[in-house]
């Protein structure tokens, strides 16, 4: 079993900056994925980044067109913790933002489908004003 927890969210005015952090404990696996995914009202939840691991070798990171070259993700794998830097935000994106780890061996493309996740987090409210 893997726990997660997030922290970060909250209200940003439109141009500004946020950064989630999603650390996780319990179980480890020689390959994984970490993930972010963000569910408006009414929407259905929809992949904004993730980066994957295989033992000691790092996958490219991989972005939602809507958010690539404004959000970042990094990592300290020292302390089992994936961020998620978000500069420019803009009102759309407003959103629950959930933290998500997978064991699956996938990269790229195949890391936005929610299908290669296991385990999810709580959520954190992102709230952009205009």
């Known amino acids: 079993q893997v726990q997660l927890v997030e922290s970060g969210g909250g209200l940003v005015q439109a141009g500004g900056s946020l950064r989630l952090s999603c650390a996780a404990s319990?179980?480890?696996?020689?390959?994984?994925?970490m993930g972010w995914f963000r569910q408006a009202p009414d929407k259905e939840r929809e992949f904004v980044a993730a980066?994957?691991?295989?033992?000691?070798?790092?996958?490219?990171?991989y972005y939602a067109d809507s958010v690539k070259g404004r959000f970042t993700i990094s990592s300290d794998n020292a302390k089992n913790t994936v961020y998620l830097q978000m500069n420019s935000l803009k009102p759309e994106d407003t959103a629950v933002y959930y933290c998500?780890?997978?064991?699956?061996?996938?990269?790229?493309?195949?890391?936005?489908?929610?299908?290669?996740?296991?385990?999810w987090g709580q959520g954190t409210q992102v709230t952009v004003s205009s």
């Open positions: 998500a780890v997978g064991s699956k061996p996938l990269y790229g493309s195949m890391l936005a489908h929610k299908g290669a996740y296991d385990y």
């Open positions: 980066r994957s691991w295989s033992g000691h070798y790092t996958y490219n990171p």
């Open positions: 319990g179980r480890t696996f020689s390959s994984y994925a």
